[in-house]
T-cell receptor, first 112, second 114 residues
Framework: RKEVEQDPGPFNVPEGATVAFNCTYSNSASQSFFWYRQDCRKEPKLLMS???SGNEDGRFTAQLNRASQYISLLIRDSKLSDSATYLC?????????????FGAGTRLFVKA | DTGVSQDPRHKITKRGQNVTFRCDPISEHNRLYWYRQTLGQGPEFLTY????????KSRLLSDRFSAERPKGSFSTLEIQRTEQGDSAMYLC????????????FGSGTRLTVV
């Protein structure tokens, strides 16, 4: 089982739609969670951290479910500019302190 | 400070040649990371530094790869005797201390080995 798994998609949605992505992680000791956005042939950029109580940033809502070991990202009122790959990122403890693992990403296409 | 800078942006090299990439992190960040990314995959961890100390190296990092951060500021990643399988985007990121700190990535160096 991969340490961090995401549905690769692609998700094709119309403008204005609500779309949700899930990401599962294998290490129950994982401590920090993030969503990054990556545009085609660009570097990943931090979208938001994911807090235990869930958190919202404008149209984006992130949730953490420790019992089931998954995090989610909900995008409301999708815009064309939301088209990108969304990377799930998990930090887990290791002998060097912690290690950061990236999922392979979920591709989103928002259509007019 | 304009963020994380990487140089060069693109590098085409012949198999067997050595290449070196440079990364200038955000000056306030103690940690510097190197990742490699291929098409359709997420970034794969290669190595990281805290200040000038290289604290961890991935099993992915063969003996042909070496990284340095001599003064705790910029870092270099060298690949010796390049192979076609080394073709990838090499991403550098920096962060502050703390497990809750997110990464700021540079634009990457795209390596093509022909």
């Amino acid at each position: 089982r991969k340490e961090v798994e995401q549905d690769p998609g692609p998700f094709n949605v119309p403008e204005g739609a609500t779309v949700a992505f899930n990401c599962t992680y294998s290490n129950s000791a994982s401590q920090s969670f993030f969503w990054y956005r990556q545009d085609c042939r660009k570097e990943p950029k931090l979208l938001m951290s994911v807090y235990s109580s869930g958190n919202e940033d404008g149209r984006f809502t992130a949730q953490l479910n420790r019992a089931s070991q998954y995090i989610s990202l909900l995008i409301r009122d999708s815009k064309l500019s939301d088209s990108a790959t969304y990377l799930c990122v998990v930090k887990e403890p290791n002998t060097g302190g912690f290690k950061t693992i990236f999922g392979a990403g979920t591709r989103l296409f928002v259509k007019a | 400070d304009t963020g994380v800078s990487q140089d060069p942006r693109h590098k085409i090299t012949k198999r067997g040649q050595n290449v070196t990439f440079r990364c200038d992190p955000i000056s306030e960040h103690n940690r510097l990371y190197w990742y490699r990314q291929t098409l359709g995959q997420g970034p794969e961890f290669l190595t990281y530094f805290q200040n000038e100390a290289q604290l961890e190296k991935s099993r992915l990092l063969s003996d042909r790869f070496s990284a340095e951060r001599p003064k705790g500021s910029f870092s270099t990643l060298e690949i010796q005797r390049t192979e076609q399988g080394d073709s990838a985007m090499y991403l550098c990121a920096s962060s502050s201390l703390g497990q809750g700190a997110g990464y700021t990535f540079g634009s990457g160096t795209r390596l093509t080995v022909v």
